[in-house]
T-cell receptor
């Protein structure tokens, strides 16, 4: 079955430290890949997306993600976390043959002062 | 500015009542979606519509109904048959290649 896994439910980092959020997917073909961010009580905002080409993609707010086909992963990274990055982050995948997105269960990021 | 609006932001329902959540978009997108979000469970797809006058059930459609009479509008009705409707509801529309844009959400609480 198609699935998206975000193995970390919570992650806590200190402000200024680097960040990596993990995402693994299970699909037969290379999917379209997305990272979204959600602040409490708000909708989801698209951080970045991968469709094809360069496997390292840049997004908004200083985030980047790398697609690794051999590992079926699309991990999100940021070199220096700011307190305003505290939020919940969702990885999502989609297939060209379907209008649907499959979402991971989310990772909640806490930032220590 | 183009975007997706959802109303109301907060909604309270008594047991046995039907309520309708509004979703409007001015992005000229064909496809629209409704998701339910519960703590720790991510997003689950309720219904989606690829084109006007057509819609399909998602993974958790029981107790919900939708209509798509206009391209811009995709209202969701939570019926009394939905046994546990308290949740955060998100509407989205699709541009290309499955890229979805989300509204700000409606929090529904059953009293």
């Amino acid at each position: 079955a198609q699935s998206v896994t975000q193995p970390d439910i919570h992650i806590t980092v200190s402000e200024g430290a680097s960040l990596e959020l993990r995402c693994n997917y299970s699909y037969g073909a290379t999917p379209y890949l997305f990272w979204y961010v959600q602040s409490p009580g708000q909708g989801l905002q698209l951080l970045l997306k991968y469709f094809s080409g360069d496997t390292l993609v840049q997004g908004i707010k200083g985030f980047e993600a790398e697609f690794k086909r051999s590992q079926s992963s699309f991990n999100l990274r940021k070199p220096s976390v700011h307190w305003s990055d505290a939020a919940e982050y969702f990885c999502a995948v989609g297939l060209d043959s379907s209008y649907k997105l499959i979402f991971g269960s989310g990772t909640r990021l806490l930032v220590r002062p | 500015d183009g975007g997706i609006t959802q109303s109301p932001k907060y909604l309270f329902r008594k047991e046995g009542q039907n309520v309708t959540l509004s979703c409007e978009q001015n992005l000229n997108h064909d496809a629209m979606y409704w998701y339910r979000q519960d703590p720790g469970q991510g997003l689950r797809l309720i219904y989606y519509s690829q084109i006007v006058n057509d819609f399909q059930k998602g993974d958790i459609a029981e107790g919900y109904s939708v209509s798509r009479e206009k391209k811009e509008s995709f209202p969701l009705t939570v019926t009394s048959a939905q046994k546990n409707p308290t949740a955060f509801y998100l509407c989205a529309s699709r541009r290309t290649l499955n890229e979805q844009f989300f509204g700000p959400g409606t929090r529904l609480t059953v009293l």
